[in-house]
């Protein structure tokens, strides 16, 4: 399966690597990454498209358990490798 | 104020009295800072040990533990107990020096990426970027380290923070937020719970950690539902608790895991369905529904499918759970099953049975008493045979399983709780892990009792070999250890050696009643085994019980 995710973490240095931390530990493939950063805000926007035969629901779980991480949307789950639509959205 | 400063003044004004730690090089302006402060320090002997005290300082009170260290390998020392903390969801405050600014990323002397090092063992950390943010990001540690489920933070912090002048500005202490409920939710949960036939309590370290102990033992007296525990609740269900199975798992009481194994309800409270406790995961509580009791949402259905969840404070959930059953017939059986299977201790022989020893000490020590262990046999034999009236007096490495815990915990223990009788049980391969902290007993006239549990083996391990292995002996013979009466004694340490069944009384008599410190070098058999067990791979109800030597 493959899953696109949307994520608002706060703007620190590190924070995609420990969200990308996450991502493998949990046992999970990155297909496609698109970041973000919003200046106003001091916020970054991440989206993470990601593929994995474990359940979504437990990364989800654990990507929002990071104390950096804000949001965090589930956006498509589909069998095949195309979602092309939702990384440029 | 200097930033080294304003460290100590956000740790007092969380309460903080004590810390562990070690000095070095890009930590020098705190250290300084200390020199002047109320904040007492206790130097260790290695930061490993210090992480390891401020997580028994915090085990056994529930408050944060703080341990601090220089920059490069002063914090990769640190690593192992954060990660230990981690794993057993305990609130720890590290501090970490490290070199000037303008030096990161130049392989600067002792510098290391130690905020890289720090993602995967810590619950948050932090590379102070400022002066302007060193205070907020202290604030922050203290309340990310105790809220939900607590865990260890690390902030790193350069030199040139420390020595930079800062205004002090008093911060109010954010109160902790409380997730709330749904009503809904917990009538269909007690509703579960009437229908089940034989629903038991699945307890973990999630209770203890969430100070609801007491709500617990009211909710256990009101439902009269019958409890297994993890390691790491051990304490929790009060001994007397006449369904009190006792501990489940690999080496778990055979009550236990046939009781698991047969309930039709399982109320996970606060545990994480961990491969120690389940065996075989698909054949765990085959026949249950599970209702699971937790604060921190990604355990929910991890590992095991949840029917009914619930995230929430267990201090105001569990007074809300209670419910009137009718299972007298499961009790009957529970009852039963805890007869059955009970320990026995009156086996013939002159050698030294550590179980029985294990069991008199625990009848012999003073009410306030906490044993800390290392982790192996003799941390199996303490689950099993030694008895505790709350959490926060049995501490041991349950989630990393870390050797060398046990004596830098004890000391932890002893610093947060001084007129409490601070225990280590140890193993001849864990307590020379962390023997340095030998050092640290000394230095402060720390009153810890060791009991050296010496088969000359890496015993778990050389059991596995046995059992799994063929009995090809790779690498677990001890038989070269050193004299531990004559280690002891070189930290003025008095120690004896007992060897008998018959010395058994006289030993644990001269460890309690000796003033201050003593070790008690227990030699024992290493063709003992831990039973039950569950091997590998199987179901909790297929326990291997083997036969004392």
Known sequence: ????????????????????????????????VLMKQCQTTNSTKITLKVSGDRPISNLETQLNKLYDVSQLELHQST?????????NA | ??????????????????????????????????????????????????????????RSTGKVGVCMATSG?????????LADAMMDSVPVVAITG???????????????????????????????????????????????????????????????????????????????????????????????????????????????????????????????????????????????????LGLVGMHGNQAANHAVQDCDLLICTGARFDDRVTGKLDTFAPNAKVIHLDIDPAEISKLRQADISILADFKKLLPELAVTTEISPWQQQVAELKTQYAWRYDYPGDSIYAPKLLNLLSQKLPFDHAVSCDVGQHQMWVAQHMLFSSPRNHLSSGGAGTMGFGLPAAIGVQVARPDCMSVVVSGDGSFMMNVQELGTIRRFKLPVKIVLL?????GMVKQWQELFFEERYSETNLSDNPDFVTL???????ALTISQDDQIEDG?????????????????????????????????????EGEKV
């Open chain 2, 454 to 458: 010496d088969n000359q083996r890496l």
């Open chain 2, 1 to 58: 104020m200097t930033g080294a400063e304003l460290v100590l003044k956000v740790l007092q004004q969380h309460g903080i009295k004590h810390i562990f730690g070690y000095p070095g090089g890009a930590i020098m302006p705190i250290y300084d800072a200390l020199y002047d402060s109320d904040v007492e320090h206790f130097l260790c002997r290695h930061e490993q040990g210090a992480a390891f005290s401020a997580i028994g300082y915090a």
């Open chain 2, 488 to 494: 002891a004694k070189a930290f003025d340490i008095p």
């Open chain 2, 508 to 544: 644990i008599n001269q460890l309690i009643n000796t003033d201050g410190p003593f070790l008690l070098h227990v030699q024992i058999d290493d063709k003992e085994n831990v039973w039950p067990l569950v091997p590998p791979g199987k179901a909790n109800h297929d326990m291997l």
């Open chain 1, 79 to 87: 069998a095949t490798a195309d979602s092309a639509v939702a990384m």
């Open chain 2, 73 to 81: 390998p002063g914090a990769t020392n640190l690593v192992t107990g």
């Open chain 1, 1 to 32: 399966m493959t899953h696109t995710i949307k994520l608002k973490a706060n703007s620190r240095p590190e924070v995609m690597e420990r969200i990308l931390r996450v991502v493998r530990h949990r046992g999970f493939n990155l297909e496609e």
């Open chain 2, 98 to 244: 490290q070199v000037f600014s303008s030096l990161i990323g130049t392989d600067a002397f002792q510098e290391m990426d130690v905020l890289g090092m720090s993602l995967s063992i810590t619950k948050q950390s932090f590379l102070v970027q400022s002066l302007d943010e060193l205070a907020d990001i202290l604030h922050q540690a203290f309340e990310v380290a105790q809220s939900g489920r607590p865990g260890p933070v690390l902030v790193d912090i350069p030199k040139d923070i420390q020595v930079g002048s800062v205004d002090f500005e008093p911060y109010p202490i954010a109160q902790k937020q409380v997730p709330d409920f749904d009503a809904q939710v917990l009538a269909d949960a007690q509703a579960l719970i009437k229908a089940a036939n034989k629903p038991l309590f699945y307890i973990g370290g999630g209770v203890g950690m969430a100070d609801a102990i007491d709500e617990m033992q009211d909710l256990l007296a009101k439902t009269k539902i019958p409890a297994i525990s993890t390691l790491k609740a051990l304490g929790t269900v009060p001994a007397d608790y006449p369904y009190n």
